[in-house]
């Protein structure tokens, strides 16, 4: 009686310290939520950490396509705990069995977790060129006075260009791009985005 009274006591300051620790601990009005967004496949990893206030997921939607550099031209969808989450309107393909969670309205402070431990999801943009994002919520902090938000804080490289055919094609136009001598050099050169042409490809 007096260990599972014991066991009862701890878990209960545990429970209390995690809450004390996690996403309650900061007022909802200075609350920023910090996540790391990586391209699935790239090698090297192109990547981005951004802080976000609270908001849709949609809204979200809109933050991550401006801090990879995406032209928010394609459909988009995230995957969460096995269900599809995105914009019914946008998506409903026109099957009877289709499902979706509305990102419309759901907020992201309703789907990470509440102690505001380290919580994993997809977020896939492009059907057709499958770009597969990782994102991962690495917790929450207070924002500071007078800060604008959202911010993208680290990152490296550039974020493919639009229609370049998915991990496989993006490949190819990198080869090409950085060989003068390709068949298809000129070519890629012409189409390339801006940022390829001012800085390169790293």
């Known amino acids: 009686m007096i260990r599972s009274s014991l066991r009862h006591v701890v878990d209960a300051v545990t429970k209390t ?3 004390a620790e996690g996403i309650g601990s900061i007022p909802a009005s ?10 699935l496949e790239s090698q090297p990893p192109i990547w981005r950490r951004i802080q976000v206030k609270d908001s849709t997921l949609d809204k979200f939607h809109e933050r991550i396509q401006t801090a990879m550099g995406w032209t928010n031209s394609h459909l ?8 599809r989450w995105g914009d019914p309107e946008l998506l409903d393909d026109g099957f009877e069995d289709f499902e979706c969670v509305d990102s419309t309205v ?3 402070s ?21 770009w597969e994002h990782e994102v991962l919520f690495e917790g929450c902090l207070r924002s500071e006075k007078g800060g604008r938000y959202p911010l993208c804080v ?6 493919p260009p639009e229609d370049v055919g998915g991990v496989w094609g993006y490949a190819e136009f990198l080869e090409a791009f ?5 068949e298809q050099h000129d070519d890629f050169v012409e189409w390339a985005p801006k940022p390829y ?3 390169g490809i790293q």
């Open 197 to 199: 042409l001012l800085i």
């Open 106 to 108: 759901t907020k992201i």
């Open 154 to 159: 680290e990152g490296e490289r550039n974020c």
């Open 17 to 19: 310290l995690e809450e």
């Open 178 to 182: 950085a060989n003068p001598k390709h």
């Open 30 to 39: 200075e609350r920023l939520y910090q996540f790391k967004i990586t391209l």
């Open 110 to 130: 309703k789907i990470v977790p509440k102690n505001g431990k380290r919580f994993q999801f997809l977020y896939e943009y492009d059907f057709g060129d499958g």
């Open 76 to 83: 988009h969808q995230f995957k969460i705990d096995g269900e």
